[in-house]
């Protein structure tokens, strides 16, 4: 599977973005498609996930309400809605797509990742 993330950019806090993640290569019906973040300095945080078949989705404790994430079957895309934006959301935002056994009891730890888009928050 290879993934190519897209959308990430400048923006003004309070403002809007939506990121794109658009795979090639065979998707699994048991797969999960998501998305993980990472700061400068900061250790790499899932942000959400989405089964590929199916409506499963699993959000990062601090990622509810202001993150959602969907996808476009036809299109092999996953998207990643994120509303009000912070600066402290300033980070480079990597797709990320595979099995995931037991999402309701471990983390998830894909094999497949996107290059990873930047996202800048400004004040």
């Known amino acids: 599977v290879q993934l190519q993330a897209s959308g990430g950019g400048p923006v003004q806090a309070g403002g809007s973005l939506r990121l794109s993640c658009e795979a090639s290569?065979?998707?699994?019906?048991?797969?999960?498609m998501g998305w993980y973040r990472q700061a400068p300095g900061k250790e790499r945080e899932f942000v959400a996930a989405?089964?590929?078949?199916?409506?499963?989705?699993y959000y990062g404790e601090s990622m509810k309400g202001r993150f959602t994430i969907s996808k476009d079957r036809p299109k092999i895309t996953v998207f990643l809605q994120v509303d009000s934006l912070e600066v402290e959301d300033t980070a480079t935002y990597y797709c990320?797509?595979?099995?995931?056994?037991?999402?309701?009891?471990?983390?998830?730890?894909?094999?497949?990742w996107g290059q990873g888009t930047q996202v800048t928050v400004s004040s």
């Open positions: 989405m089964r590929w078949i199916g409506d499963e989705i």
């Open positions: 290569g065979r998707m699994f019906a048991n797969y999960y």
């Open positions: 990320a797509a595979d099995v995931w056994a037991s999402p309701a009891t471990t983390d998830w730890g894909p094999r497949y």
